[in-house]
């Protein structure tokens, strides 16, 4: 069952004149997914550009909420869905290595086309479509890329466009640590190669995508997206480095809006 409870309210300054600016964040619950719906209270029922952006690892929707309310200060409907096994859906993390994290990973590729298709049906989004997520939502983001064309913009933040090379890292890391993982390993993430970008860039096509990333970051290499960048000098993409870690501070967050504002509000609905 779907429904919607206005969640919180917050006012903020939102242009030069001084004007403030009212943000409705909305609790939803779509089938079994639970999202918060951010958006301009006055613009609520109205048809806006649309952003799905994804959370990280062992976090939920609220921990993204930041990113979601400057998004959403800037014109988008910003929807922010807890992934399987997190948030309100937590459940036990299981001891095979990673079994978990791309449990997580897989369902939000089962579940971007149906949220997207909700709101399509409530007549208050159109074509202007952009996906982009933190850690394992930057991952998600690019996996999607590889089979929705619909998709316009796109921002992978500390992610990896390259699952396939990060699942044998993975199992490289559990080898060494002799923790078990199953003998068919690959066979059981066989769904990945499919959804790796890196071996379908093609799929891009001329789609803007922002990849930001710290140098210092050890959950997720930084080398992934330096290497995937190098060899697409042709696509459309902007690669932010940044002395950090596996940190988003919220001028990075400020650096997403913009890049959404540029690529995204500047498309015809």
Not at 28 to 55: C, M, S, W
Request: aromatic fraction near 10%; include cysteine; charge should be negative.
């Amino acid at each position: 069952m779907s429904g919607a409870i206005t969640f919180r309210i917050n006012t903020v300054k939102a242009d030069p004149r001084g004007e403030k600016m009212k943000l409705t964040i909305r609790k939803r619950t779509l089938g079994t997914i639970p999202l918060l719906e951010v958006v301009e209270e006055a613009k609520r029922n109205d048809i806006l550009p649309l952003i799905v952006y994804y959370h990280g690892w062992q976090s939920s929707k609220e921990l993204v909420l930041t990113q979601g309310r400057y998004l959403a200060e800037a014109g988008f409907r910003v929807l922010l869905p807890d992934a399987a096994n997190h948030g309100e859906r937590k459940q036990p993390i299981t001891r095979i290595p990673s079994l978990t994290f791309w449990q997580s990973i897989h369902t939000n590729l089962f579940e971007f086309g149906f949220i997207v298709n909700h709101f399509k049906k409530l007549g208050v989004v159109d074509d202007r479509l952009a996906v982009g997520g933190v850690s394992m939502g930057g991952i998600t983001t690019c996996a999607l890329l590889t089979h929705h064309p619909e998709i316009k913009v796109a921002a992978c933040i500390m992610g990896s466009p390259q699952p396939a090379k990060y699942r044998d890292r993975i199992m490289d890391h559990a080898s060494k640590l002799d923790r078990f993982f199953p003998h068919d390993y690959e066979s059981l993430l066989g769904w990945i190669p499919a959804y790796d970008l890196s071996y379908h860039p093609e799929a891009l096509g001329d789609r803007p995508v922002l990849f930001w990333h710290g140098i210092h970051d050890v959950i997720v290499p930084f080398d992934h997206v330096e290497e995937f960048v190098k060899e697409n000098p042709d696509r459309n993409l902007t690669f932010m480095e940044e002395d950090e870690e596996h940190l988003v501070k919220v001028p990075t967050m400020k650096e997403i809006t913009a890049f959404f504002v540029k690529e995204m509000l500047t498309l015809d609905a």
